[in-house]
């Protein structure tokens, strides 16, 4: 995609989201679910970073996630420090966390599914942790910080602040991509995922550019951490969920490895989805939404093995075809 036409998708895009509480009718519920929509294309457009252009199967996102929000939540809880302060905080743990787990793991050349079952483990020790220091007590922000309509300590009586919130973040890390993308780490990572050994007989020092798309990967993370915490406004050792972190990269697989686009897609239409299953059908037969998710999931694997990212190319060049013929 050419930096011009990525930038009117990118005004495009921004526009119709900022306009979904709206066409909604500014009903919390539903501004609430597509809250948390927004914050899981957040984390499909950051796995795209160290799952699509590096090509590693990590699944710790909700790892980082969740340090980030715990270190914002707890700031806020116990010292009344705000979350501006405590989300760039959460940021840097999920960055430090990231350096310690990255470069042993890139050292030792683990790759592949040695590097997802590694990943897989860090959700579960950081849970344990958690609840080794908290035990399985539920810390309500509402109950310690009672405060309304306060930007400062980002407590609302509504979901909207929080849905605009989450929207800018998912901008920016919008636009970070197709930066990366297009730069000369992003090349290399895509070199690295097409053929590690021969990106590094070229000179590419491998370890390094995973290093690095990994701390920026969960930068984003730790960040949104902060959100997701005063959006759900509990603390809890389930937000280090193992199977969040499993459904964030079949999420960025479906949506087709490095695709920006594709990786969106999945993000709110297969999120979408499961959060309508889960409240149409949740209620009927408990965790038939999940048999139905999984069955979309294998559709979509079988019908377009390379994912979502074929489907919107077809559609693209057929209009580009069909554009052309007009103009002829």
């Not at 949104?224 to 969920?241: E, L, P």
Request: net charge positive; with cysteine; hydrophobic share 55%.
């Amino acid at each position: 995609m050419k930096f011009s036409t990525f930038y009117k998708f990118l005004l495009a895009f921004a526009i119709i989201l900022f306009l979904i509480p709206v066409i909604l009718g500014f009903n919390q519920y539903n501004v609430y679910l597509a809250t948390q929509v927004v914050i899981v294309a957040i984390m499909v457009t950051a796995w795209n970073i160290i799952g699509g252009y590096a090509g590693q199967l990590d699944l710790a996102a909700s790892a980082y996630l969740a340090l980030g929000g715990a270190i914002a939540g707890l700031l806020l809880v116990f010292y009344k420090i705000t979350p501006w302060i405590g989300m760039p905080l959460g940021a840097l743990t999920a960055v430090g966390l990231a350096i310690v787990v990255g470069y042993p793991t890139f050292r030792f050349g683990l790759r592949e599914v040695w590097y997802a079952l590694a990943t897989a483990a860090l959700v579960v020790i950081l849970q344990r942790a958690y609840w080794l220091i908290y035990g399985t007590t539920e810390i309500y922000i509402a109950t310690e910080v009672p405060y309304t309509w306060s930007w400062l300590y980002l407590r609302f009586n509504r979901y909207e602040p929080y849905f605009y919130l989450a929207a800018i973040v998912l901008i920016f890390v919008i636009w970070l991509n197709m930066k990366i993308e297009k730069s000369k780490l992003g090349y290399y990572l895509k070199a690295i995922r097409d053929d590690e050994e021969a990106a590094e007989a070229l000179g590419i020092d491998v370890r390094r550019c995973k290093l690095y798309a990994l701390m920026i990967y969960a930068a984003i993370l730790g960040f949104t951490g902060g959100i997701f915490v005063s959006t759900m406004g509990i603390i809890s050792f389930r937000m280090f969920d193992p199977w969040l972190g499993i459904v964030i990269a079949v999420m960025g697989i479906v949506g087709g490895l490095g695709s920006l686009q594709g990786a969106l897609a999945a993000a709110f239409i297969l999120r979408t989805i499961e959060e309508y299953l889960r409240g149409e059908l949740g209620a009927i037969i408990p965790g038939l939404h999940l048999i139905i998710y999984g069955i979309l999931l294998v559709a979509v694997a079988v019908l377009k093995p390379e994912g979502l990212a074929a489907i919107i190319r077809y559609f693209q060049l057929k209009m580009k075809s069909k554009l052309q013929g007009v103009k002829k």
